[in-house]
């Protein structure tokens, strides 16, 4: 076998730390090259943002799995951490590679990839990226006019016109060349991603499974299971959604397979009684690729408002009053709404269940959000900065794009004005209290606080403020 031959071909994996459907990892295998997979941990290159505490403890347990998987097909991860823009070249040069091969991403991060696309092209490298990560790359959805969609009902129409590129199985062991070196390795711990003092991931332990067998397993069971019931996804009390979000954000699972699953090769053991409910299911998905394109389209979706009109919004405290994530809060309504104290008690049951778990429920989700921006009249950034720090499955795209949404300031946000009141909420999608109850059991007990605000009250002013906004833009 020539030199040339034995020139290794790189996987460089992102958010997609997965062995099947995975474009990258089959076209480099496809080169009969030895196969280097690795995962940079970068925290520091323009256009990153580092991760939240509870994307990190995903990330640990997700990377150990991925690494047990690949060692079951005579390989290993290889790790290293720094700027991407420096660590994989150096890797290129330490393992002589003939070929780098990515799957894409969608924030300022792309600049990164295009940058080293070049440079190790210019080198003579084969260097590909491909699509991944999302049924269709951003640029494809468009309206008549080559335009982004801004509302999701006619994108959803346009994206489901056109095809879904074909599954791809995971590579057998038998297809698969490795070097006969390990390249060194960091050790896993030295990253520091889980929390030792305090440990406070207990209740993520419990509800979670990371890495590519948890993700598959999770599909399966709610496509069996609990789609049926899909119809009822609004009752936080039920176990009716998927929990397929953190899979899906760290790439664990991709969207073709869960298209594929249900609209495919994999429709045919659907539950007859289920298929009802698939199309709907779907849709959400569709959300979140909706939400990847408003992040292509604009990569500060996370700082600026998607609609710039809202620059006028009279925030009753802003981001920057309020104070980072890891500091103390700058009001003490900030921080009652953090930790589930504010004595309304589906906002309280929805944050102290994300505390726990790392994660909301939906509905819950939009009526946290809601009470925050519109009841505290809190700038939404502070919420997504929040939600970044403690969603398992906090998104760059999806996590600022349903902020956006709830405050009014992003895409599709009709009627901007809307304000969730989480009593009636709660009257209609917990009518027996049982989630509450789960999450909040000192309920009725001179142990639970007062309301801090007053509903009423607060909805007339969060409606004074729009109304001046809506003046503003029409000025």
């Known amino acids: 076998m020539s030199r040339n031959e034995n020139r290794p071909s790189i996987v460089w994996l992102r958010n997609d730390l997965r ?16 196969l280097v997979v690795v995962y940079v941990h970068d925290e520091t290159g323009d256009g990153i943002r580092p991760l939240g505490s509870a994307s990190k403890w995903w990330l640990h347990h997700s990377l150990t799995a991925l690494d047990a998987a690949l060692q079951k097909l005579g390989g290993q991860l290889t790790l290293r951490s720094g700027p991407a823009t420096q660590v994989l070249p150096a890797l290129v040069q330490e393992l002589d590679a003939a070929s780098v091969h990515w799957n894409r991403r969608y924030s300022s991060a792309r600049d990164i990839d295009a940058g080293l ?7 003579g490298l084969a260097v590909e990226s491909h699509p991944g990560n999302l049924l269709h790359e951003p640029w494809h959805v468009r309206n008549g006019q080559g335009e982004a969609y801004k509302v999701f009902t006619p994108y959803w129409r346009a994206a489901q016109e056109l095809a879904v590129r074909d599954l791809l199985p995971q590579p057998k062991r038998t297809e698969l060349r490795w070097p006969d070196a390990a390249p060194v390795s960091d050790e896993l711990a030295e990253w520091s991603l889980l929390p030792t003092h305090p440990d406070w991931a207990g209740g993520l332990r419990d509800t979670w499974t990371p890495g590519e067998g948890g993700a598959v397993d999770r599909l399966e069971s709610f496509v069996i299971e609990r789609l049926v019931n899909y119809h009822r996804r609004d009752e936080p009390a039920v176990d009716a959604t998927s929990g397929l979000s953190p899979h899906l954000r760290f790439g664990e699972i991709s969207p073709t397979q869960i298209w594929d699953r249900l609209r495919g090769s994999g429709a045919e053991t659907v539950p007859t009684s289920a298929l009802k409910n698939a199309a709907k299911f779907l849709s959400e998905v569709g ?58 008690p589906l906002v309280d049951a929805g944050m102290r269940e994300l505390w726990h778990t790392g994660t909301m429920h939906n509905r819950v989700r939009m009526v946290v959000a809601s009470f925050l921006i519109k009841n505290l009249l809190i700038d939404w950034r502070a919420g997504e900065q929040w939600f970044w720090d403690t969603l398992v499955d906090a998104d760059d795209a999806s996590n600022p794009a349903n902020w956006q949404w709830v405050a009014g300031s992003g895409a599709d946000a009709a009627p901007y004005f809307r304000v969730f009141n989480p009593v009636l909420q709660q009257n209609k999608f917990d009518p027996a209290g049982e989630y509450v109850a789960r999450w909040v059991p000192e309920l009725g007990t001179a142990d639970y606080p007062e309301p801090i605000v007053d509903l009423r009250e607060t909805r007339r002013e969060a409606l004074e403020a729009y109304d001046a906004v809506k003046a503003a833009a029409a000025s």
């Open 19 to 34: 062995l099947a459907d995975n474009p990258a990892l089959t076209a480099a295998a496809s080169e009969n090259r030895p």
């Open 117 to 123: 696309k070049s440079s190790l092209r210019e080198q």
């Open 287 to 344: 959300w979140r690729e909706f939400s990847a394109t408003q992040l292509f389209d604009n990569p500060r979706l996370a700082v600026d408002n998607y609609r710039p009109a809202f620059d006028a919004f009279p925030w009753g405290y802003t981001v920057d009053q309020i104070g980072a994530v890891d500091e103390p809060a700058g009001v003490a309504e900030v921080e009652a709404w953090r930790r589930g104290r504010t004595g309304v």
